[in-house]
């Protein structure tokens, strides 16, 4: 309903938007030509649609945010607001003649205070900069995405992006304690606070992150920090089953330990790593479990979790001797997508979370799926939050592989949701998963969602198509 009060401006005003945009942003900010724009029309997903921008602005101020956005209501131009476009559901794609709003320039660190333990950013800060940046303070910015050194904060703040840590630390939300928002008519808003408590009123802040860019643009955001942790020692076990390297896995979180990082790597995923990178992982294993601890005494931890992973049926554990055998194995991790997708060229990932009891069940349950439609497979996951990453690996250029591939993706999502989980944990909705949304939600829920919705954006400019 959003979407039909908006259509895309004709080719004979695109000159108009151009010449009003003008009017308030430098020459520089403003790209028309078509072989440029095109390069802006869509993220990292697959089987996602995406329209051509009429316009990609990369404004630098705050002032000239607004700028677009009050144009953009004026002349009823749909608004896709982007960071890195590192995202995995489509939610950066363009549709046709709109303003690409791409936030990478405004990329300035503004405060980093020891004292109040805080960072205040702007959305086009890389996570690695950041991470870097709060570190010479003796501070720690614990969300780490896979693609930390190329996704940017505002893009984490749209997805409630997760990463390696967050079985200890939690996800991007839990670190977003106000935002800077300029609404769909050009307002600015603040939300949140800077203190280190603070009730008043509706959670707006909350309520803004993981909403893609539908609700309003990000220009600044204020982030909690902590003191830095000491560096993690990591604990490699091989299992023969993925079932086992669960029960690991339950065992570890059953027993009150408080791992820095619990990853999981299935033996197609290993396979793809090792071919990559040549990184020497055991191949003859069926699921790789990754245990790491930060804490002053990491070896007491790490043998606490050898002893239970060996009462789980581990067939070998080996910690690592130092932290640069650590980084080693974390890197193998990190590697884990990129590798999968160079076994076909295409990749579907998905982005399932169930609760961490069920997490054997998922993963057996994606092994059947894969031999169901033929299909190479290969499952990352944050094992320890039950966040899984089965990976579809297939030749775009096959139409009947192209079409088990997609399948297989809504299978996979719907044993999920089956076992009690939820479509995604870290990587959004975008427009990869609307229909998956609305059955998670229910009809009352998603209700609720769009008059959110209809409050913040009545003519439905921002980011339409994506979420519902």
Known sequence: MIMSRIEAPRDEHTGNLTARLLAGLPPEAVLTDPDVTASYAHDMASFCPAGRPAVVVLPRTVEQVQHVLRTATELRVPVVPQGARTGLSGGAN????????????????????????????????????????????GLYYPPDPSSWEMCTIGGNIGTAS????????GVTAEYVLGLDVVLADGRLMSTGRRTAKGVAGYDLTRLFVGSEGSLGIVVRAVLALKPKPPRQLVLAAEFGSASAACDAVCRIMAGGHVPSLLELMDRTTVKAVNDLAHMGLPETTEALLLAAFDTPDPAADLAAVAALCEAAGATQVVPAEDAAESDLLLQARRLSLTALEAVKGTTMIDDVCVPRSRLGEMLDGVERIAARHDLTIGVCAHAGDGNTHPTVCFDARDPDESRRARESFDEIMALGLELGGTITGEHG????????LARELG????????????????????NPGKLF
Request: net charge negative.
């Open 443 to 462: 009809p009352v829920g998603v209700e609720m969602q769009r008059a959110v919705k209809q409050a913040f954006d009545p003519l439905g400019i921002l």
């Open 162 to 169: 997760g990463g390696l840590c967050c079985v200890k630390y």
């Open 429 to 436: 909705v975008g427009v990869l998963k609307k229909e998956w």
């Open 94 to 137: 363009a549709t046709d003649g709109c303003i690409a709003l791409s936030l990478t320039k405004m990329d300035r660190i503004l405060e980093i205070s020891p004292v109040d333990r805080i960072a205040v950013v702007e959305p086009g800060v890389i996570n690695a900069t950041l991470s870097h940046a709060v570190e010479e303070h």
